[in-house]
Nanobody, 118 residues
């Protein structure tokens, strides 16, 4: 499975951005998709996930502001980010979990920078 991300950029506080993550290859085995984010000197943080069945989960700091979704084919994920704050500034990496007998395999996108100015 290959992942291509897009949609990052520079936005003022209070603004919105939408990230996209397009998966290609054996997408039928995707069990979940989501995003992590990372800033220099900080631990990587799981931002949002969505399972193939549509269950979503968010880190507390983005609840009510970010929404994760997928297309009907379950091969593209979107992260709608509203009411952005300077503390949302980070490199965002999408990932997919590929179902396998045993622990799922994880694949990563190339990352996209989100910068929120105050």
């Amino acid at each position: 499975v290959q992942l291509v991300e897009s949609g990052g950029g520079l936005v003022q506080a209070g603004g919105s951005l939408r990230l996209s993550c397009v998966a290609s290859g054996n997408t039928f085995s995707i069990s979940a998709m989501g995003w992590y984010r990372q800033t220099p000197g900080k631990q990587r943080e799981l931002v949002a996930t969505i399972t193939r069945g549509g269950n979503t989960n968010y880190v507390d700091s983005v609840k009510g502001r970010f929404t994760i979704s997928t297309d009907n084919a379950k091969s593209t994920a979107y992260l709608q980010m509203n009411s952005l704050k300077p503390e949302d500034t980070a490199a965002y990496y999408c990932f997919i979990d590929e179902w396998r007998p045993g622990p799922p395999a994880k694949y990563w996108g190339q990352g996209t920078q989100v910068t929120v100015s105050s």
